[in-house]
């Protein structure tokens, strides 16, 4: 197997923190062939023109981010434009106080691309844009702000098109003019990051921004310029929707939920085109009957299992896909394969130490080690640390030393709904004259 050194260290380092690392997925990655056939075939119809939602439900520590992640780099290595954030206190698909915004903005930040994996590859989709826009302005002999124009005329059918067509023009113009501040002032109000129109409007003359009401709309928008840039579409990978469970208040829940549902008709009804949505949370949260989305009636009749499917038989057509346990010989080939990334193909320890490790594991806390094996792999990777610093260090030594905590997963405390105190700031600010307005 062949590894960067980048691929490498990007992987020991994650796994050692116990959290996803966003490079080297396929060198670790074991069983769930057929989850993982199924968001293939997703990922293939959102890039000829369809679109997909995904509820990946799984426990804590089960490993349900890696498959996320995973997903995610197949998405861009089928040309896709991916968008990916987790959601928080003061992050939300739905929201009054600021937080929605937040949300954008985070996923804005992590805009990635085949060429930029990592994030921050939203002004280079831009670039895209303007550069496929000369080449087409070159061939038909005209100018580029026609070509731009033409190009962008269909965003004005859109909700929020125009202003949005509006703001990638001003890129142009900051690009053929050399205004590097104009191009920041775009990219700015793409990433959401203007909090009152006032700002915006003296910046770019444009009368509206990114913010609670609009977020949605916006996402919808960002997949028709990717398309326009060059992309096959856009996928949006949202983890930690645990979070919106645990908000106190039912109407804010139910207003996460009513647009989360809106956003699966969308999709089940073929009105989404180019775009995809992950979304990754626990089973307490998808079937909580009081707090979870079968709380939401609407919802619960939309993503309720197949009755068919028991006994044993699977249904993976559905927006549900529960991810199945790994089993003792995914783990123990999980771990085979962490042993290669971490010690290299020479000079590593063998299987039998392995199968000791998995013994140790068992006794201490039975079989969630593999059900949950984050915290698992994450003491194997810290085992196989110390063995490379400390030569002559026997693994039969260290076995019985090995402490493996019961994942129990994040803090479930409640989240009140009190706004982000940047929006609340915002909201105060009377120089925007449009501060008082209310959708």
């Not at 937040?102 to 844009?129: C, H, Q």
């Not at 919808?220 to 060059?230: D, Y």
């Amino acid at each position: 197997m062949s590894i960067k050194r980048r691929e490498r260290d990007a992987i020991v380092q994650s796994l050692r923190a116990g959290v996803v690392p966003k490079l080297g997925l396929q060198h670790i990655q074991v069983g769930r062939v057929k989850e993982i056939e199924e968001l293939v075939k997703d990922m293939e119809r959102i890039a000829d023109g369809g679109s997909a939602i995904r509820f990946i439900i799984g426990e804590y520590g089960s490993g349900k981010t890696f498959f996320l992640n995973l997903i995610r780099l197949i998405a861009l290595e089928k040309g896709l434009v991916v968008m990916s954030a987790d959601l928080a206190p003061d992050r939300r698909i739905h929201a009054t106080g600021g937080q929605a915004r937040s949300l954008f903005a985070e996923m804005s930040r992590n805009f990635s691309t085949r060429t930029k994996p990592d994030g921050g590859a939203l002004p280079s989709i831009v670039e895209r844009f303007i550069g496929h826009a000369e080449q087409t302005a070159s061939k038909e002999d005209t100018s580029v702000a026609n070509v731009i124009r033409k190009q962008l005329a269909h965003f004005q059918e859109m909700t929020g098109g125009f202003d949005f067509a509006e703001v990638i023009k001003k890129y142009w113009d900051g690009h053929e003019t050399g205004n590097e501040d104009l191009k920041a002032a775009s990219l700015r109000w793409l990433r959401a990051e203007y909090a009152t129109r006032t700002d915006a409007k003296n910046a770019l003359g444009v009368r509206t921004i990114i913010d609670d009401a609009n977020v949605y709309d916006m996402i919808k928008l960002m997949s028709a310029f990717s398309v326009a840039a060059g992309y096959k579409g856009l996928l949006v990978s949202l983890d930690e929707l645990v979070n919106l469970f645990k908000l106190t208040s039912s109407q804010a829940r139910n207003a996460n939920y009513e647009q989360i549902l809106r956003i699966l008709n969308d999709v089940l009804q073929g009105s989404a085109s180019h775009l995809g949505f992950l979304l990754g949370g626990t089973p307490e949260f998808l079937m909580n009957t009081r707090r979870g989305l079968y709380s939401y009636e609407a919802l619960q009749s939309r993503l309720a299992e197949n009755t068919f499917a028991t006994g044993g038989l699977v249904d993976l057509s559905g927006p549900v896909i529960k991810l199945a346990n790994l089993t003792p010989e995914d783990l123990f080939v999980l771990l085979r394969n962490v042993r290669l990334v971490v010690q290299g193909e020479d000079n590593h320890i063998p299987d039998r130490a392995l199968e000791a490790f998995m013994a140790h594991c068992s006794d201490r806390i039975g079989e969630a080690y593999f059900r949950t094996p984050r915290n698992t792999v994450t003491a194997f990777v810290n085992m196989l640390s110390v063995l490379e610093q400390n030569p002559g260090t026997q693994w039969e030594d260290l076995i019985e030393e090995v402490k493996i905590p019961t994942d129990s997963g994040d803090d479930l405390s409640d989240i009140t709904d009190a706004p982000s105190p940047r929006a609340a700031n915002a909201a105060e600010d009377p120089s925007d004259d449009l501060s008082s307005f209310k959708l």
